[in-house]
Each structure stands twice: as C-alpha cells, then as structure tokens.
C-alpha cells in the first residue's frame, strides 16, 4: 500500500507538469506543436467592445508564494484508491525582465504536505518526497503573453532515482502555471483555443483547452476553461513501473473544466480545474482500465 500510495503521488504529480520529450514513433495530428515545440493559440471570437491586449506586467522585485493542492482518485481492476488532498509549495521570484518583456523567473519548491488525512501513516510515506521536493529548483523564461520560451529544472540534489528520473525531463514543467494569451486584443465573451503536446507519465498526449474570458477589471482577466485530452496507442516509458515491464498504452482520453484569474501584474493565478481521463492499457497479456479523477487548484501567497 505504502509503495502505491507513493507511485500515485508521482504519477498525480508529474501529470500536471509537461515534459520536454515524447515517445518516438507517436505521430503528431495537424494542428499540433511538437513535443516541445510552443503552444498553438488560435482566435475563435474576439468578444465584445472594448478590447484589449492582454499582457502580463511584473515588477522586477516580484516575489511570491504558489500552493498547489491536489487531490486525486483512481479505479482500476475493481478497486479504488482515493489520496488525500497533498498541498505542494514554491517560492517564485523575478529574476529580469527585458526590454520585450520577458520575464523570466526562479521557483524552489518548499515541499509536500497532506492536508486532510486521517491516516496518520501517510505523512511517514510522503516524507522522503516532501524532503526531496525541497532540493528541486528551476528558472524559466516568459513572454509577456504567458508563453513560456525556456525552463531549466536543478535535480542534481534529488536522492530519489524515480523521482529523478522524472523530474530530470521536466523541462518544461512550469509551462501550464501562466495563462497563455492570444495576440489579438479581446473583450469580454472572447474565444481563444490553445493547442499543446504534453509527453507526461510516460505517455504522448495532445491536449486542447477552450479559453473564454468572462471578465476583465483592467488588473485581472478571469477565464473559464474547458480541455480535452487524447494519447494514440504507444509503449508506455515511465520510471514509476517496475524494471522491464512491457506496457503498452491502447487508448487514452480526458476531460476538464474550470476556471482561472490571471492577475497581469503576478505569476500565479487562483485556478481550479477538475479533470477525469480513462485509460486502457496492455501488460503481461492482460488489459487494465483505469479511471482517474484529479482537482488542482493553485493559489497565491504574496511575500
């Protein structure tokens, strides 16, 4: 149970976090990036009058505090793992900002925490991650739209060789963090469709999110959002399975929906989302479906 438990904490970790390489031999529908490649953003409505360009402005001596919770449930051969909700920090700080307005800024993760356990147990499974969590920092580089242009992941201070494994590719896990913005200028009512290829849990997937804005008060741009989530069959590469498995992915599809306040002037949003995917998978002669729910919401803390 405890090597479960912590296998789904992984699992629900890095699913939230795309990585930076994907599964050779997946090929990439139209209308796609490549893994790695930039979002594709495309204008559906630019809503009503008036418009305006959306572009986030952070001061150079921004510093701030992310809480990311996370709670997660899993059905799989008849049973069902429910986790309680884990609450993952960071510290985020400007480091520059340039004459186009890229900004680019460091996050140094501050670690795990169970927030609504009443297995007592839990934190002695969570405390080698939690410790580990608390050696893994990164930078990354936006533009003033929200797109991110690079991002460098520090593992060199992890002990744990899964946790390594998986967060060494994380190179673009702070990707889904700001909210990308179209070029256009929009009012409210607007329609924006961002496209992306996310090679995450050791899978290929194409990921495409609806953006409406709902609101605008000149600081902040509330959002309802709404994503679809596909993975063409493929072998499954992920360190959380035993050495040597052979697993291969048939079918995989998601869904979600939720809503986001990008505050301009910040780095972290107040989000919510609420997303549920099914897999089916083959190994060792056998097929397993799985059916997986998680809600993320983030949520600033100003320093």
């Known amino acids: 149970?405890?090597?479960?438990?912590?296998a789904a904490v992984l699992l629900s970790f890095v699913s939230?976090?795309?990585?930076?390489h994907g599964q050779a031999g997946v090929q990439t529908p139209a209308g796609y990036p490549g893994v790695g490649e930039p979002v594709r953003i495309s204008m559906v409505s630019?809503?009503?009058?008036?418009r305006k360009a959306l572009?986030?402005?952070?001061?150079?001596?921004?510093?701030?505090?992310?809480?990311m919770d996370m709670a997660m449930s899993m059905a799989m051969m008849g049973q069902s793992m429910d986790l309680p909700t884990m609450r993952i920090g960071a510290d985020m700080s400007v480091a520059s900002i340039s004459a186009t307005g890229d900004i680019t800024y460091s996050m140094a993760f501050t670690g795990m925490e169970v927030l609504n356990s009443p297995d007592p147990s839990m934190a002695a499974v969570l405390a080698p991650l939690n410790a580990d969590l608390k050696n893994i920092a990164g930078t990354a580089t936006m533009t003033n739209r929200g797109l991110t242009r690079e991002t460098k992941i520090d593992v060199s201070k992890v002990s744990d060789p899964m946790l390594t494994q998986m967060m060494d590719s994380v190179n673009s896990s702070l990707n889904n963090i700001s909210?990308?913005?179209?070029?256009?200028?929009?009012?409210?009512?607007a329609k924006w469709e961002v496209r992306q290829t996310i090679a995450s849990s050791g899978i290929t997937m194409f990921q495409k999110v609806l953006c409406e804005l709902t609101?605008?008060?000149g600081k902040t741009a509330t959002l309802k959002v709404t994503m679809e989530q596909t993975a063409p069959s493929q072998s499954m590469k992920n360190p959380a399975l035993p050495p040597g498995m052979d697993v291969t992915l048939e079918s995989m599809?998601?869904?979600?929906?939720g809503t986001t306040a990008a505050a301009l002037d910040a780095l972290v949003p107040v989000s919510e989302l609420l997303m549920k995917s099914s897999m089916t998978m083959?190994?060792?002669?056998?097929?397993?479906?799985t059916e997986t729910t998680i809600k993320v919401q983030v949520s600033p803390v100003k320093k």
């Not at 939230?16 to 930076?20: E, L, V």
């Not at 572009?55 to 809480?67: I, L, Q, S, T």
């Not at 083959?282 to 479906?289: H, I, N, P, S, V």
């Open 55 to 67: 572009r986030y402005v952070v001061a150079k001596d921004y510093k701030g505090h992310m809480n």
């Open 179 to 189: 909210m990308p913005f179209p070029e256009e200028a929009v009012g409210i009512g």
């Open 282 to 289: 083959a190994m060792a002669g056998q097929k397993m479906e």
């Open 16 to 20: 939230i976090a795309p990585i930076a």
């Open 46 to 50: 630019t809503g009503a009058e008036p």
């Open 253 to 257: 599809t998601g869904s979600g929906a």
């Open 215 to 217: 609101g605008y008060d």
């Open 1 to 6: 149970m405890r090597v479960a438990v912590r």
